[in-house]
């Protein structure tokens, strides 16, 4: 491997992102029902199989009369609701009463819409005659063979309805990652209980839990006890679903202390580690890993190491996984207040608020002073990209930054 295999010393973020691209390969794909098919990567182009509208239809409510007839007073001879197929040869001086949606039951017309005309009996009287056809011609939307949706695009829900209306009701996307999260740590409670002194509540399964599901992961999660054999016993109980994961996420632990046992865990299920540290801050103390296509990582505990870590590298990983295509993971902006860079020696991710504003994006600086601060993610959308030795960042200065809103 040429980025970043078994190395000891400290991994960038970008040879970390390098590296996961290379190893996490798009997964299978899956044919599914369209109301399973949001935030799913399609796989294949979808194609207009016909012209859309299919045929002309009228635009409004309303009484198609020959566009070469220009009396104000007709008979109407027919009515053509939605869903009505009435072909007919409209002579001089007929009308037919159509419904907005109807099919047309010929060429060379115009409607007259239901505002524009009176009806006394089965008379029509035009009170004003508008240049306007009021027909959406068939074609009109787009034609046969026609791109409608691009191969390696996230369904959006408007893709959705688009992909309803030409019949593609059972989409070909990747399948769902499928992910195993262990929280480890003595002193982790449940958010809904009261810390007793030492204690803290859990905020990294809530995080890694709706960062999965905005990744449309299928996923268990899994307390560990600190032990590391009886965290081994355990893990043995769910060995299927670890088999069967594409990612394994592993909260805190990953570090060198005595108890920091997510490296030797790895190990013993067969990973290969290929990080075991970074430059970054925060986010320091993160083990990459694979076995086979599988990869793991031990996320360093630290709430906004935890958050830095998802954003920047699982991210990237179910991005691979899902086969969309590439997009930058850094995007470019401008700062909106300085940013106390303090010439730190590692590369820094700093949280802040990503805003369009006049056609640019605006970062706006967050507080924060240790990579245990959360308060910061209340607010933040963004991470900016300090790098190494930076000083001081003015108000205007270009940065580079990670979206985290995606
Ligand atoms: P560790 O990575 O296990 O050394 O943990 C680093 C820091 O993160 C410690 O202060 C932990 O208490 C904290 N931490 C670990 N797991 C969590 C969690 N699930 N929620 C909030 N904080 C955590
Ligand atoms: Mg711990």
Known sequence: MSTAANISSPASAESVIALLRELAKPLAMENVSLSEALQRVLREPALA??????????????????????RTEFQIVEEIRAGDWKPRELQLGEAVKISTGGALPGAGLQIVMREDAEVSDERLRVTQREPETNIRFRGDDCRAGQILVERGT?????????????????????????????????????PEQTPQRGQIRDSNSILVRTFLEKWSAEFTQHRLPEDESAAKYQISNIKSEIETADLLLISGGASVGEHDFTRRLLEDLGFEILVSKTTLRPGKPLIVARRGKQIAFGLPGNPLAHFVCLNLFARTVLDSFNGATPKELFQRGVLAGKLEADGNARETFWPAIAELKAGRMEL?????????????????????????????????AEVEFVATDC
């Open 49 to 70: 199989p016909e012209d859309q509208p299919a045929f002309d239809r009228s635009a409004v409510d309303g009484f198609a009369v020959r566009l070469d007839d220009a």
């Open 154 to 190: 996230t369904l959006s829900h408007g893709m959705l309805a688009v992909l309803a209306s030409v019949g593609h009701a059972k989409p070909l996307v990747t399948r769902r990652p499928r992910a195993v999260h262990f929280a480890t740590g003595n002193e982790i409670i449940p």
């Open 364 to 396: 706006k600086p967050l507080r924060w002073s240790s990579s245990g601060d959360l308060t910061s993610l209340a607010q933040a959308n963004a991470l900016v990209r300090v790098v190494a030795g930076e000083m001081n960042l003015v108000a205007g």
